[in-house]
């Protein structure tokens, strides 16, 4: 059994992550059953109740066996990664509030994995998946939201969550719109013309009341509008168009970003408007390739022109 001790400081952990570091209610918990798991297999491994003072003791050989064991039954290089990146966090913070050297646990590196690359559509896709999600419902206030909803996706580059997320307060949407990401970071995202415009239109017929604190999405009973509500609408519609499974609300977001890049946007300007806190992550996001570095280079480096 964990010792109160230890348990006691997992959750003081995970409370400055949340307040200090601003980090998801998703990551904490995330973080909160990868370090819990680590700690019971520490646990058995030990073959003893597990206190503060075992997380001093921890040595390469731990780590190894820790890993294998993650490997052995069936997690990913990736989810691994994620779970060695949340001990770490914890580890480091133990050394620096109890005085001793993480750095057997800190040196240990995650298995290589490959990147899952984002599959963006055609633009010609994504403009026939904006007019069919705009006529597919036979209500016409909810065939309005489901465009708008769209429109924010692709138009901003929008979260699914972020673009449900909007509340009357945020309304009328004005030429740019103030987004709080992952995070909690705040991000500024322009809103082009047809947006607002099919905006504008939603609100007109939606017959809902929306205060300021509210929702500005609605169910067709008044309820907030879920995500996976617009993950159903997306898939019903991607099959009609013959569109790959890769067609989901997050790909027109993919989308935005790809097909900024394609028009001659630079990735800084594109990373902000994702909210990315890292330049390879845009690079990755936007499908974006060696060729493709190289014309930018050609294009904007002084040596090169």
Not at 106 to 133: C, F, G, I, T, Y
Not at 150 to 173: F, H, N, T
Not at 281 to 295: C, G, K
Request: hydrophobic share 40%.
């Amino acid at each position: 059994m964990i010792q109160p001790g230890l348990n006691d400081a997992l959750d003081r952990w995970l409370a400055e992550l949340d307040s200090v570091a601003g980090r998801s209610e998703n990551t904490v918990a995330a973080y909160r059953l990868d370090v819990r798991g680590f700690l019971e297999f520490i646990q058995d491994h030990e073959g003893e109740a597990l206190g503060v003072g075992a997380i001093a003791r921890l040595d390469t050989r731990t780590m190894r066996a820790w890993m294998a064991h993650e490997r052995g039954r069936g997690l990913s290089a990736r989810s691994l990664a994620r779970a060695l990146s949340a001990v770490k966090g914890f580890v480091a913070w133990m050394a620096e509030r109890d005085g001793f050297d993480p750095t057997d646990v800190l040196m240990r590196r995650a298995p290589r994995s490959r990147a899952k690359l984002p599959r963006p559509l055609e633009q010609d896709s994504a403009r026939s998946l904006l007019d069919a999600v705009g006529q597919h419902a036979r209500t016409p206030w909810v065939a309005l939201r489901d465009h708008a909803v769209a429109l924010l996706l692709y138009g901003c580059g929008l979260r699914i969550s972020e673009a449900l997320g909007l509340q009357g307060k945020d309304l009328p949407l004005g030429e740019t719109l103030r987004v709080r990401g992952k995070g909690r970071k705040e991000r500024l995202v322009p809103v082009v013309p047809v947006t607002r415009q099919a905006m504008e239109a939603y609100m007109d017929a939606c017959p809902f009341e929306i205060g300021r604190s509210e929702p500005v999405f609605r169910g067709v009973r008044g309820g907030a509008l879920s995500p996976r509500q617009v993950q159903k609408l997306m898939a019903t519609v991607r099959t009609q168009l013959g569109l790959p499974p890769s067609a989901t609300p997050h790909a027109m977001r993919h989308s935005f970003a790809t097909h900024l890049l394609d028009a001659g946007g630079d990735l800084r300007t594109i990373q902000d408007l994702l909210g990315h806190a890292s330049l390879s992550t845009t690079q990755v996001y936007t499908a974006v390739d060696a060729s493709r570095l190289v014309e930018v280079y050609e294009a904007a480096h002084p040596r090169a022109v």
